[in-house]
T-cell receptor
Framework: DQQVKQNSPSLSVQEGRISILNCDYT??????FLWYKKYPAEGPTFLIS?????DKNEDGRFTVFLNKSAKHLSLHIVPSQPGDSAVYFC??????????FGSGTKLNVKP | DAMVIQNPRYQVTQFGKPVTLSCSQT?????MYWYQQKSSQAPKLLFH???????NEADTPDNFQSRRPNTSFCFLDIRSPGLGDAAMYLC??????????FGPGTRLTVL
């Protein structure tokens, strides 16, 4: 059973507009939530995270929102740039140092 | 630059022939992970080492073993690869249960 779901396999956005990537999870005991970005032929790279005690974390153009009641996590990228085109994975932490990942959303930012 | 290195990047083996994938890190992180990722699916945690302590996931097949001879190196041994074991294998490191640093992965082909 999937503990983390990214229901949109792909997303296409115009440069300069907002990209919103979504992630749903099943277990309210997850305590730490992360987003990773992956370019072809490279491993995932950490982007931004949020603790379960917060509902928002911002880092430059990237903001992560956590809605615990809905068990929903989202990543906002504003403004989107062509270099943001990549696969984005959400991940959740359980048992202190284990992680479940989503299947990824491929973002294409069009110039 | 501090990094996570995986060798080889591409590995071809025959059905049933043991194979070893290697991972090394210069980050001096205490936790090392192995993930299996099949096409368009989420990376799946196989096991991890917290320092010298080995932690196996309940659904990781017995066919998969791991060794961590020192802080810097971690190996994934597949004793009798089947066609279903063809995948990308990702190694990652972290400090405790914080964000992970990934290697570029080893793509395993089983003939």
């Amino acid at each position: 059973d999937q503990q983390v779901k990214q229901n949109s396999p792909s997303l296409s956005v115009q440069e300069g507009r907002i990209s919103i990537l979504n992630c749903d999870y099943t277990n309210s005991m997850f305590d730490y939530f992360l987003w990773y970005k992956k370019y072809p032929a490279e491993g995932p790279t950490f982007l931004i995270s949020i603790s379960s005690i917060k509902d928002k974390n911002e880092d430059g153009r990237f903001t992560v929102f956590l809605n615990k009641s809905a068990k929903h996590l989202s990543l906002h990228i504003v403004p989107s740039q062509p270099g943001d085109s990549a696969v984005y994975f959400c991940a959740v932490r359980y048992n202190f140092n284990k992680f479940y990942f989503g299947s990824g959303t491929k973002l294409n930012v069009k110039p | 630059d501090a990094m996570v290195i995986q060798n080889p990047r591409y590995q071809v083996t025959q059905f049933g022939k043991p194979v070893t994938l290697s991972c090394s890190q210069t980050l001096n992180h205490n936790v090392m992970y192995w993930y299996q990722q099949k096409s368009s699916q989420a990376p799946k945690l196989l096991f991890h080492y917290y320092d010298k302590d080995f932690n196996n996931e309940a659904d990781t097949p017995d066919n998969f073993q791991s060794r961590r001879p020192n802080t810097s190196f971690c190996f994934l041994d597949i004793r009798s690869p089947g066609l279903g074991d063809a995948a990308m294998y990702l190694c990652a490191t972290s400090i405790g249960g914080n964000e992970q640093f990934f290697g570029p992965g080893t793509r395993l082909t089983v003939l």
